[in-house]
């Protein structure tokens, strides 16, 4: 019935709107700006710095080892683990040259994220400026944090669109990275995971790390916005749980695994009654 009527209420949908206005466009503006004359702002001795943070990452580890793959068999892993914590990683990608910079933090606040910006001003200490690209996180606009940034001359920061965090270009490190380094890596303890980290980032320069090619500008993002006036990024869930048809089947020992099977029954039934 439900298939026929094309109606699926184990499935919804939910979005988040950002509105464009004046606000949005200035500010994408101005770290589209950045991107766009990062070659400038290098032979001038500015350097251009995105900052981003994967919170939350977990240390753990399988019940059984992980089977690798071989010849007609796809690599295999127990579904049951064991969490160990979980850890915070800050990363700061440098424009430029594509090179990164990490530390693993103890918790994602305004304390933990100014030493981080410390270490961040020690490692570009001989840049005359830093433009500081970064999202509206808690920490990033923390009174705290805002003051010792108004209280530094060399540091700019520059924060991105409500929800447009895809203007980041760290959000695209940490993908990348992401997936070479942490994707299939078993942790047995927290400072296993803090290690492998700290081992990673300086690989990562050695072996993969290049700019981005950036190709969105400020006139192609004023034109977007003149036809736009909301960003809706849409999800989608889907809630498995029992109809009353369905529940039904079960009683009368109807076998299906899921709902698909179940409409597939469904269609059987009605064409039978057809009949």
């Known amino acids: 019935m439900l298939a026929s009527a094309s109606l699926q209420p184990h499935r919804s949908r939910y ?14 503006a101005q770290v589209l700006w950045c991107y766009e004359r990062v070659c400038r702002l290098h032979q001038r001795g500015e350097v251009v710095i995105c900052v981003d943070e994967k919170p939350s990452i977990q240390a753990i580890s399988r019940c059984a080892p992980t089977q690798p793959m071989s010849r007609g068999q796809i690599a295999r892993q127990e579904f049951e683990y064991q969490r ?13 040259d594509g090179m990164m910079w990490a530390c693993c933090l103890d918790a994602n606040d305004h304390e933990h994220f100014l030493w981080a910006l410390r270490q961040i001003s020690r490692r570009w200490a001989r840049a005359r400026r830093i433009h500081l690209i970064m999202d509206n996180g808690s920490s990033h606009i923390d009174h705290h944090t805002r003051r010792y940034l108004a209280s530094q001359a060399r540091f700019r920061p520059l924060y991105t669109p409500a929800h447009a965090n895809w203007l980041n270009q760290a959000e695209l490190l940490l993908r990348a990275f992401t997936d070479k380094y942490l994707k299939h890596f078993e942790a047995a303890s927290c ?13 990562y320069n ?19 916005a003149k ?35 179940y409409q ?10 057809k009949r």
């Open 15 to 28: 979005w988040k709107t950002a509105t464009i206005d004046d606000q949005f466009t200035r500010r994408a």
């Open 84 to 96: 160990h914590g979980t850890v915070t990683l800050l990363v700061a990608f440098h424009v430029f």
């Open 191 to 203: 400072q296993h995971l803090i290690d492998h980290l700290n081992a990673s980032w300086p690989e």
């Open 206 to 224: 050695q072996r993969f790390a290049h700019p981005f090619d950036w190709s969105w500008t400020r006139h192609q993002m004023y034109d977007w």
């Open 227 to 261: 036809k736009k006036a909301l960003i809706c990024s849409k999800t989608f869930a889907t809630l498995h749980y029992l109809t009353d048809d369905m529940a039904r089947a079960i009683e009368s020992d109807v076998p299906y695994r899921n709902l698909e099977e």
């Open 264 to 273: 597939r029954w469904r269609g059987r039934v009605g064409r039978k009654k």
